[in-house]
C-alpha cells in the first residue's frame, strides 16, 4: 500500500486548511486511515481515524474542530478548522491492516498556523 498526502500549508488562528490522503495498492486490506501529527520536540500523536466500519476517532484536542471523511476506502479527507498555533505540526497519513504487522505511512506534510 502507498499513501499519497497532499494539502498543508500556511493558515492564521481561526483559519480552515483541508489534507487529503489517496492509498494504491492492496486498498482492500485496509482497515483504519487518518492521521497522525508530530510537532517539533513532541511526540506523535493522532489527529484522527476513520475506519472501515465507518467509525470514527479524533485526539481530543481536535475534537470539534477537525473533521476526517472517507471515500471508496482509500482516499480520507481532514477539513480543519478553528486552526490554532499549537496546530503547527508535520502530518502523517496513515493506514492499517488487520493482516499486516505494521501500518503504513505517507510522507509528512506541513501545517503551519501563525499570524
Known amino acids: 500500500v502507498q499513501l499519497q498526502a497532499s494539502g498543508g500549508g500556511l493558515a492564521q488562528p481561526g483559519g480552515s486548511l483541508r489534507l487529503s490522503c489517496l492509498a494504491s495498492?492492496?486498498?482492500?486490506?485496509?482497515?483504519?486511515m487518518g492521521w497522525y501529527r508530530q510537532a517539533p520536540g513532541k511526540q506523535r500523536e493522532l489527529v484522527a481515524a476513520s475506519l472501515r466500519n465507518g467509525l470514527t476517532n479524533y485526539g481530543v484536542s481536535v475534537k470539534g474542530r477537525f473533521t476526517i471523511s472517507r471515500a471508496n476506502d482509500n482516499m480520507v479527507v481532514l477539513q480543519m478548522n478553528s486552526l490554532k498555533p499549537e496546530d503547527t505540526a508535520v502530518y502523517y497519513c496513515?493506514?492499517?491492516?488487520?493482516?499486516?504487522?505494521?501500518?503504513?505511512w505517507g510522507q509528512g506534510t506541513q501545517v503551519t498556523v501563525s499570524s
Open positions: 495498492g492492496m486498498t482492500s486490506a485496509i482497515n483504519a
Open positions: 496513515y493506514a492499517d491492516s488487520p493482516t499486516e504487522p505494521e501500518a503504513y
